[in-house]
């Protein structure tokens, strides 16, 4: 009977073993990841049983949200800006060949073909001014270019591209301005023949018209004496004295007061005014008539 109350005391014990092994393992299974939303959850313990939830902490802190809520988003953090690398860039419109300030048969050239296409409203000059660089940048914006007003290779083969090689006249056309009739004082000998009221040049030899060009007189306070003169002095690479700028083809022939190229006129039209001096704007036509002109030659101002 003994041996026999032992043998069932020890089955016993196993049989005790065995179910918390069972139960620990139940606990164990619970706390597994849980499915994704729209799987079935596992069934929770009865409230008031005491067993540990799903949820529970280590420890037995308080608990967390239950397994139904939703998971709590990662904080967001910025990243932190990385150190950007400069490097140089090849310019994307290419060599820079004509650009403000320049001067010469290719800016008169860039002039005339603008002026085909309706970018350039004025007559060529030979001077890269503020009218040229706001036609180029015209020119720019319309084809898709950065609008520099520098005209680069890329802006020049463009223009190349659609229009045609200028002409002698398209190079140099007549003045823009209506030819006055001359006054009567220059229809004798070789005269320079200035009117004010159309501000043109007339550059006459016995009656006859060889050259006409726009002109620019002195403002109010430093008007341009009128009536009749005789050049006196040429100066080709002229530096006035008094303001310091630049009177390329100097031909004087009142005092200080002269006929001579401005690239200030070139550059801004009639918005400005000189000093009293007669002021040409096309390079090319004041240096054909500073070479043909003679000291004592006439020179008739009038309004």
């Not at 001014?129 to 520098?150: C, D, I, Y």
């Not at 002409?167 to 200035?194: M, Y």
């Not at 109010?220 to 009536?227: F, H, I, K, L, N």
Request: proline share 7%; hydrophobic share 35%; glycine share 10%.
């Amino acid at each position: 009977m003994i041996r026999t109350g032992r043998t069932g005391r020890g089955y016993a014990l196993r049989g005790a073993a065995v179910v918390a092994v069972v139960a620990m393992a139940g606990v164990t299974a619970g706390c597994k990841e849980q499915p994704a939303a729209g799987a079935s959850a596992a069934p929770s313990a009865p409230a008031g049983s005491g067993s540990p939830t799903d949820d529970a902490k280590p420890g037995g802190g308080s608990a967390s949200p239950s397994a139904s809520a939703k998971p709590k988003e990662p904080v967001k953090t910025s990243p932190k800006p990385s150190a950007t690398r400069t490097t140089p860039t090849a310019d994307p419109q290419g060599k820079v060949l004509m650009a403000s300030g320049a001067e010469g048969k290719q800016v008169r050239e860039l002039q005339a073909r603008l002026r085909q296409i309706g970018h350039f409203d004025r007559i060529p000059t030979g001077y890269y001014g503020t009218v040229t660089v706001a036609a180029v940048q015209s020119f720019q914006g319309k084809r898709g270019l950065a609008r520099t007003g520098k005209t680069d290779t890329v802006t020049w083969q463009k223009l190349l591209g659609m229009t045609h090689e200028p002409t002698a006249t398209e190079l140099n056309p007549p003045t823009t301005r209506p030819v006055a009739k001359p006054d009567k004082r220059c229809l004798t000998g070789r005269a320079i023949c200035i009117s004010k009221n159309s501000r043109t040049l007339s550059w006459m030899i016995d009656g006859k018209v060889v050259s006409s060009m726009d002109v620019r007189f002195g403002s109010q306070y430093t008007p341009t004496r009128e009536g009749t003169f005789s050049v006196y002095w040429k100066s080709r690479h002229h530096v006035s004295s008094i303001y310091h700028t630049a009177m390329p083809y100097a031909m004087f022939f009142s005092g200080g007061q002269a006929v001579h190229y401005s690239s200030d006129f070139a550059a801004r039209g009639y918005n400005g005014a000189s000093h009293g001096c007669v002021n040409v704007r096309d390079e090319g036509k004041i240096a054909a008539l500073f070479a043909a002109v003679r000291t004592g030659d006439k020179v008739v101002v009038y309004k």
